[in-house]
Nanobody
Framework: VQLQASGGGLAQPGESLRLSCTAS????????MNWYRQAPGKQRELVATITSGGYTNYADSVKGRFTISRDNAKDTIYLQMNSLKPEDTAVYFC????????WGKGTQVTVSS
């Protein structure tokens, strides 16, 4: 299983970014997919989950601002991040559990004025 995340970068507070994560080596459509993030000096935290059926769940800190979605035809999940805040600054990782946990390499998101 391989996960390739992209779309990070630098944004000002209040701006938006969209992350993508493309998966290979698994039957993508039947797996729940996750976005995690890890800020400097902090533990990795779960940001959002989307199930195979499209059910979504979010960390309280991003509810109403972030949206996770999936395109099974492209084996890709997305994280639309709106109204970004400096505290959203972190490395963002996509993750899937297929008998074990798999992680992408991560993409840096920096929110700063």
């Amino acid at each position: 299983v391989q996960l390739q995340a992209s779309g990070g970068g630098l944004a000002q507070p209040g701006e938006s970014l969209r992350l993508s994560c493309t998966a290979s080596g698994l039957i993508f459509s039947i797996n729940a997919m996750n976005w995690y993030r890890q800020a400097p000096g902090k533990q990795r935290e779960l940001v959002a989950t989307i199930t195979s059926g499209g059910y979504t769940n979010y960390a309280d800190s991003v509810k109403g601002r972030f949206t996770i979605s999936r395109d099974n035809a492209k084996d890709t999940i997305y994280l639309q991040m709106n109204s970004l805040k400096p505290e959203d600054t972190a490395v963002y990782f996509c993750n899937v559990w297929v008998h074990q946990s798999y992680w992408g390499k991560g993409t840096q998101v920096t929110v700063s004025s």
